[in-house]
C-alpha cells in the first residue's frame, strides 16, 4: 500500500487548509456499516417481516437512510486540527466533546487498519496517550497514505524534528524477527482450557439429545458452541500473520486477518511481563508472553478485550520465549534468577500446587511462579514497582502464612507471592520495598534511552531460560 520509501530532508508540514479539517468523508460509512447489517439480520430473524418484503425494505431503507444522515452530522460536526502544543478534536452536533492530546503526552502512534477500512484504503491512529484511554487517541479514518504522513507529523511535533529520520512517512516494513506460524496458532487455541471444556461439554450435549432424547439441552449448545468459536476466531483470526520485528522507535507487533493492527513497545515503557503455560502446552514447550506497557491498560474500546494490545508472542516454543525476554530486558537470564519455594505447610491450602509456589529476585526484577494447571510466571521491573502489601486471611493466620503483592500498573501482570512464612514475607515487602526505592533512584540518574540495540533480523542468540526449564521454579 505505500510507495517506496523516500530520503526526508525536513518534517512533513500541514497546511493552514488542513487545520480545522474533517475526517474522510466515507468515515460514516465505514463506522456504521455494521449496525445494517445488524438490523438486516433482526429483520429476516422476523417471521412477519419475511412474508411481507415490502414492508422489510421500508424499513431497510429507513435504516440505511438514518444511519447516513446521522452519520454524515457527525462527520460534519467532527473536526481536528494541530495547535502549537497539542492536537484538538471536536464532535459531536447533539452534545459537543472537545479532546486535547498534548505532543508531551503522546507515548507511540500506530496506524491500524479494521477490515472494512481496509477496503477503501483507509486507516485509523491509534495514540498511546499517558493517563488516557485507548478511544481517547483514537483519530479515524483517513486515507493510508495521509494517516501516515500526520503520523510523521505528531511525531516530530512530540518528539523533535530528529524524529522525523528515524520514522519516514513512507516507511518500509522492518525484517521479522519471528512469524508465528497458523498451524501452531490453531493447534495452541484447540489445545487450551476452554475449548476443550467446551467441546467435550458439546460432545456430552450431542449423546445426551440422541441416545437419551433430552431435547431441553439444545439450549446449552449455544453457549458451549460459542466457547469453541469465539477463541478460534480470536486466537487465530485475530493473531494471524502475527509479526515480531524491531525498529528505531522499539518493538513491533503486526497481526490480523481481516483487521490488521500495529503496536509499538518503545524502551522504557514496559511495567512487567506475565509468561503462561497451560498444561498441556507445557508438554509441547509452548508459553505466551504478554507485557504490561505504559499507557495501554486505559479504559478498553468497544469490543475490545481488557488487555488487547499487550501480547507480546501468543504462543511459542522455549527459544522464542528466550529471544523475546532478551529483547525487552537486555542481559536478563530467567534461569539464574535464584528461586525460594514456599514452606511445605502451604499443602494445607494448595495440596497439589504449593510446589509450584516460588519467588525471586535479582537486581533488575522479581519473579513470582505459582499454579500446577496452568502456570504464571510474573516478572516485575523493581523501579516499576508501585507497591508492596502483606495479606494474610484466617486459615494462613493460623498456619504463620502471608501473601506478598508486587503491585504495577493495571494489566496481565500480577507478581503475588503465595502463602510464605510471615516473618519471611514481612521482610520481603520491607526489601523488596528498598529494592524499588533504590532502582527508582538510580533510573532517575541515568538518561532516558531513546532507542534499543540495533535490529538483529538474524534470530535470537541470548542465553536466557523460559520458565519451564526452570527447575528451581518446581
Known sequence: ????????????????????????????????????????????????????????GIGLGAVLVGGILLGALSWWFTKWQLTGDAIRVDSGFLFRRTRIIRFDRIQTIDV????????FGMA??????????????????????EAQKLRATLLVRAKGEHAVQQHPADEVEPEPLLVVPTGRLLGATLLSSTVLASAGGLVV???????????????????????????????????HGFTLSETHEGLRT????????????????????LITEPLIWRLLGWSRVDLDIAGVAGS???????????????????QEVIG????????????????????????????????????????????????????????VLHHKTQSVRLHQGPLQRRLRLANVHVDTPEGPTDAIALHRDQEEAAALVQAQAIRAREARRIADSVPAQTQPNEPRPDGFNNSAASPADDSSAR
Open 112 to 119: 491500524a487498519q479494521p477490515f472494512v477500512a481496509r477496503l
Open 254 to 273: 503486526k497481526r490480523g486477518l481481516f483487521d490488521v493492527q500495529r503496536q509499538t513497545v518503545p524502551p522504557g515503557r514496559v511495567q512487567g511481563l
Open 300 to 318: 478498553k474500546g468497544d469490543g475490545e478485550d481488557e488487555h488487547e494490545g499487550s501480547q507480546l508472542l501468543p504462543v511459542g516454543p522455549h
Open 324 to 379: 523475546v525476554l532478551a529483547r525487552v530486558l537486555p542481559g536478563f537470564n530467567l534461569s539464574a534468577v535464584p528461586m525460594h519455594q514456599a514452606p511445605s505447610r502451604a499443602k494445607w491450602l494448595r495440596p497439589v500446587g504449593w510446589r509450584y509456589l516460588a519467588y525471586g529476585f535479582d537486581d533488575q526484577v522479581l519473579v513470582t511462579t505459582r499454579g500446577w494447571v496452568s502456570r504464571r510466571t510474573s516478572i
Open 124 to 145: 485509523e491512529l491509534r495514540m498511546d496517550v499517558a493517563g488516557g484511554g485507548k478511544n481517547d487517541g483514537r483519530l479515524s479514518y483517513f486515507t493510508y497514505d
Open 205 to 239: 450435549l450431542i449423546v445426551s439429545v440422541t441416545v437419551l432424547d433430552a431435547h431441553a439441552g439444545l439450549f446449552a449448545g449455544l453457549p458451549l458452541l460459542l466457547g469453541v468459536v469465539q477463541p478460534i476466531w480470536k486466537q487465530v483470526v485475530g493473531n
Open 1 to 56: 500500500m505505500t510507495e517506496p520509501p523516500q530520503e526526508l530532508t525536513q518534517p512533513p508540514q500541514l497546511t493552514e487548509e488542513v487545520m480545522g479539517a474533517r475526517l474522510h468523508p466515507l468515515t460514516p460509512f465505514v463506522k456504521g456499516w455494521g449496525y445494517f447489517v445488524v438490523a438486516a439480520i433482526a429483520m429476516a430473524n422476523n417471521e412477519g417481516l419475511r412474508t411481507n418484503l415490502k414492508i422489510a
